[in-house]
């Protein structure tokens, strides 16, 4: 019988020290249980907000998204016009070059004519100068 005392010691020694160690995790535990519901009320208000705030963002976003798309378009557009009013000032670039290159070619033509005609008709040395003279004056 004198082992049931013993084994009754070391029930309540062990349950004693059960007790001390809840009662010494017992504030930490509590700290973290007020830490949890913090977060948990944080996280509902986030939850919230969202929930207020979501809507009218994405309206916002899906009408600059509109706009940036317009944009877009009209940009687009633009650059079409430009590039065809680009290729009709090169076009008439070419056809005024062409145009000026034909009357060149004609100016020059005409003034090559006019020069070998003076050339031509104008006495080159002092010898035809010479016979032109002894020509007229042989005749009078």
């Excluded at 877009?72 to 016009?81: F, G, L, P, S, V």
Aim: cysteine-free; glycine content about 6%.
């Amino acid at each position: 019988m004198d082992a049931m005392p013993i084994l009754d010691i070391i029930v309540v020694v062990l349950f004693l020290i059960l007790v001390a160690v809840v009662v010494f995790m017992a504030t930490p535990l509590s700290n973290l249980l007020k830490q949890s519901e913090r977060t948990l009320d944080a996280t509902e208000t986030l939850i919230r907000t969202l929930d207020k705030e979501l809507g009218p963002t994405l309206n916002e976003v899906n009408l600059v998204l509109g706009s940036v798309q317009e944009i877009k378009a009209i940009a687009e557009q633009r650059i079409t016009d430009v590039g065809t009013k680009v290729e009709d000032v090169t076009g008439n670039i070419t056809k005024v070059a062409d145009q000026a290159k034909t009357s060149t070619s004609i100016w020059g033509a005409g003034l090559m004519a006019g020069w070998k005609a003076y050339l031509e008709a104008k006495p080159h040395s002092k010898e035809e100068k010479a016979e032109k003279k002894l020509g007229s004056s042989s005749r009078a």
